[in-house]
Each structure stands twice: as structure tokens, then as C-alpha cells.
């Protein structure tokens, strides 16, 4: 798995930067945001080094997906609402 020294999500992910976890596997990291703009406010990175989504080829589209399936289960649990009767985006 890649990694850059000097990427600040590289860091959080390696637990050389501190963070309140939410959740984490073998490729996914998930952390509350240090400045929330929502009550419920997080951020889920890829553990393996991807520059932009410039650099996200076919092999990562089973990361991807999971990301997507994962992130309104992580904010149910966290105690939002999906629309219409709250709402939240992915």
C-alpha cells in the first residue's frame, strides 16, 4: 500500500497526526473533522496514497464503491437522518 510522508491524510491514516476515529479496516480510515460545519461532520480516506481523483484508475473502483455504501451507514449510526426526514450527503 502506498503512502506519502508528506500527505496530511497519509499521516492521520498512520496515527502520526491524531484523530477521533470513526471507523477503520484494512483500506478505509474515517475520522470526525476537526472544524465540523454539520453536527455530524467526518472524513473517510483511502489508507493507500491517491493524490486527487485525477490519479484514480479502474483499480480502484471496488475501493470506491465501498466508500460509497459505507459512508450513509457510518452517518446513520452516528445519528443522522437520510432524507426526508433529515438528510445528508455522500
Same mark, same amino acid.
Given at each position: &500500500?502506498? +503512502?506519502?510522508? $508528506?500527505?496530511? *491524510?497519509?499521516?492521520?491514516?498512520? !496515527?502520526?497526526?491524531?484523530?477521533?476515529? #470513526?471507523?477503520?479496516?484494512?483500506?478505509?480510515? #474515517? *475520522? $470526525?473533522?476537526? $472544524?465540523?460545519?454539520? @453536527?455530524? +461532520? *467526518? /472524513?473517510?480516506?483511502?489508507?493507500? $496514497?491517491?493524490?486527487?481523483?485525477?490519479? #484514480?484508475?479502474?483499480? +480502484?473502483?471496488? /475501493? /470506491? !464503491?465501498?466508500? &460509497?455504501? =459505507?459512508?450513509?451507514? =457510518?452517518?446513520?449510526? =452516528? !445519528?443522522?437522518?437520510?432524507? @426526508?426526514? !433529515?438528510?445528508?450527503?455522500?
Amino acid at each position: &500500500m502506498s +503512502h506519502s510522508d $508528506h500527505c496530511i *491524510f497519509c499521516k492521520i491514516a498512520a !496515527g502520526t497526526i491524531p484523530s477521533r476515529k #470513526v471507523y477503520e479496516d484494512d483500506e478505509l480510515f #474515517v *475520522f $470526525h473533522d476537526l $472544524h465540523p460545519w454539520a @453536527p455530524v +461532520h *467526518f /472524513l473517510m480516506i483511502p489508507k493507500a $496514497h491517491i493524490p486527487s481523483m485525477a490519479q #484514480v484508475g479502474p483499480e +480502484h473502483e471496488a /475501493l /470506491l !464503491g465501498r466508500m &460509497m455504501v =459505507l459512508a450513509p451507514k =457510518l452517518a446513520q449510526e =452516528l !445519528g443522522c437522518n437520510p432524507y @426526508p426526514a !433529515g438528510g445528508f450527503a455522500s
